[in-house]
């Protein structure tokens, strides 16, 4: 039996409450919608393509982990993505919110 991706411990009241507390919003699609996970399985590419085979075997979870947590450093501050003007994410995002808290110029008459 297939489990949902929409499963019980993604609708919990309890893990709701998580989220709440921690400012998330959750995002659950509909059964069958192919572009809920578009962006998550496009990372997953990435991560595998980038990372996972070209330098496999890998010799201990240790090893994994050290790799993933430098790999997600370079892929958010160093690697250049098209989609966002050729910027890592975090230099995309620090533009949107100094671009977005800038004071607005307001007329009185």
């Known amino acids: 039996m297939?489990?949902?991706v929409a499963g019980s411990?993604?609708?919990?009241f309890r893990?709701?409450?998580h989220l709440d507390v921690a400012g998330i919003a959750a995002s659950i699609g509909s059964?069958?919608?192919?572009?809920?996970n578009a962006l998550m399985e496009s990372t997953i590419g990435l991560y595998e393509t980038e990372l996972i085979k070209p330098r496999r075997p890998w010799k201990s979870l240790s090893q994994v982990e050290l790799a993933t947590a430098e790999w997600v450093d370079w892929y958010n501050h160093r690697r250049?993505?098209?989609e966002i003007g050729h910027v890592p994410p975090a230099e995309y995002e620090a533009n949107h919110y100094k671009?977005?808290?800038k004071p607005q110029v307001t007329t009185t008459t």
């Open 2 to 4: 297939q489990e949902s």
């Open 9 to 12: 411990q993604y609708t919990s």
């Open 15 to 17: 893990l709701a409450e």
């Open 31 to 36: 059964v069958g919608d192919a572009y809920d």
């Open 80 to 82: 250049l993505h098209g």
């Open 99 to 101: 671009e977005s808290t």
